[in-house]
C-alpha cells in the first residue's frame, strides 16, 4: 500500500480520537475533518485521492500521467537590469534545448520589449501579474490587452507572494485568470500551501480551494498549467522531496477528474515550482505527475536554467 511522505509533522490535536498521524497534506484523523465547514466538499477527494508508490530504483521508462507536452517556466521577479538580461538572453539564445519542451521566461514589465526585440522564438515571453480587467484608471496595472499589444504569450497568476505580500485572494485570482484567458494569454495558475498549513494537515484543502476559485471563474482550462508552489519551498533552498511534490501533483490531477472533467485532468499541465535547480531537477521530472517546472533563482542563470529545460530527457531514460 502506498504510504505518505512523513517528514513534516504538526502540532498536537486536542480533539478526542486516535493520536492523529501528519503525512504533511492532510492530518489523519477522520473526527477532525469531520469537523470543518467544508468535510462534504474536501472528504470527496481525500477518500479517493490517488497517491505514487515509492519509485522502484530500476531504471526504466517514466512515462507522464498527462498527455501535454514538457513545460518550463523562468519567473525573474523584480530582478535584473539592461545589462545582465542583454548576457541572460545571449545564454538562453545559445543553449541546446530538448526540442519537445515548451519553455517561457517571465521578467519584468519594463524589460519585456527589450525580450521581444532579442530572445530567440523558441521561448516565449510571461508577464508576472495583469489587471483584473480592461485597462483604465487604475494606476500602477498592467492590462492583458497592453500586454498582448506588446507580444506576451503568458502570465503568471496567483503566486505567492501576490496573495501572502499584496494580499490577493482566491476570488480575486481567479477573476483574473478569467480577464486574462478572455484576452487571448495563457495563464501559469499558481497554487500552494504556507509551511503551518503543511504542518497542520491542511496541504490539500488549501490547495483545492485554489483551485476551485480558478474552476468557478474560468470558462476552460484548455491554456492553463497549474504550478504547484509550496510556498515554504520559494526562495528558501527547502525544496519538496520528489515523493512529497507527486503526492500533491497526483491529489491535484484527480480534484481535476472529479471536479472539472477526466479530459481536463488528463491535458493540463502540472509543473512544480518551490527551489528548483540543476542539481534537483532530474528527480522531480521522474515524478509522472510532474509535467515541468516554475523556477526563480535559477531561470536568472542562463545555463542552469537550460539544464532544467532539459531534465525533460529524465522522463525517457531507459535502462
Known amino acids: 500500500m502506498a504510504m505518505l511522505s512523513t ?12 493520536a492523529p498521524q ?27 485521492l490517488r ?3 515509492p519509485r522502484k530504483t530500476s531504471r526504466q521508462i517514466v512515462a507522464m500521467a498527462g498527455t501535454g507536452t514538457f513545460f518550463v517556466g523562468g519567473n525573474w521577479k523584480c530582478n535584473g537590469t539592461k ?38 522564438d523558441r521561448i516565449e515571453i510571461s508577464a508576472q501579474n495583469s489587471w483584473v480587467g480592461k485597462g483604465g484608471a487604475f494606476t500602477g496595472e498592467i492590462s492583458a490587452e497592453q500586454l498582448k499589444d506588446i507580444g506576451c504569450k503568458w502570465v503568471i497568476l496567483g503566486h505567492s507572494e501576490r496573495r501572502h505580500i499584496i494580499g490577493e ?22 497554487i500552494g500551501e504556507l509551511l503551518e498549513e503543511r504542518e497542520a494537515g491542511k496541504t490539500f484543502d488549501v490547495c483545492f480551494e485554489q483551485l476551485k476559485a480558478f474552476a468557478d471563474a474560468v470558462p476552460s ?3 492553463i498549467v497549474i504550478a504547484y508552489e509550496p510556498v515554504w519551498a520559494i526562495g528558501t ?10 503526492e500533491v501533483h497526483a491529489a491535484v490531477r484527480d480534484w481535476l477528474k472529479k471536479s472539472v472533467s477526466e479530459e481536463v485532468a488528463s491535458k493540463t499541465r502540472i509543473i512544480y515550482g518551490g527551489s528548483v535547480n540543476g542539481g534537483n531537477c532530474a528527480e522531480l521530472a521522474k515524478q509522472e505527475d510532474i509535467d515541468g517546472f516554475l523556477v526563480g533563482g535559477a531561470s536568472l542563470k542562463g545555463p542552469e536554467f537550460a539544464t532544467i529545460i532539459n531534465s525533460v530527457t529524465s522522463k525517457k531514460v531507459a535502462a
Open 169 to 190: 485572494d482566491n476570488e480575486f485570482i481567479g477573476k483574473k485568470a478569467a480577464y486574462a484567458l478572455s484576452q487571448g494569454l495563457g495563464v501559469m495558475a499558481c
Open 221 to 223: 482550462w484548455d491554456n
Open 7 to 18: 517528514s513534516l509533522s504538526g502540532p498536537k490535536s486536542t480533539i478526542s480520537c486516535p
Open 83 to 120: 545589462e545582465s538580461i542583454t548576457k541572460l538572453v545571449s545564454d538562453l539564445n545559445d543553449a541546446k534545448l530538448e526540442t519537445d519542451v515548451d519553455v517561457v521566461v517571465a521578467p519584468p514589465f519594463l524589460y519585456i520589449d527589450q525580450l521581444k526585440a532579442s530572445l530567440t
Open 51 to 53: 497517491f505514487s508508490s
Open 237 to 246: 533552498g527547502k525544496v519538496a522531496t520528489p515523493v512529497q511534490a507527486q
Open 22 to 48: 501528519f503525512s504533511g497534506l492532510r492530518r489523519l484523523c477522520t473526527k477532525l475533518d469531520a469537523t470543518k465547514s467544508n468535510s462534504s466538499f474536501l472528504h470527496h477527494f481525500n477518500s479517493q
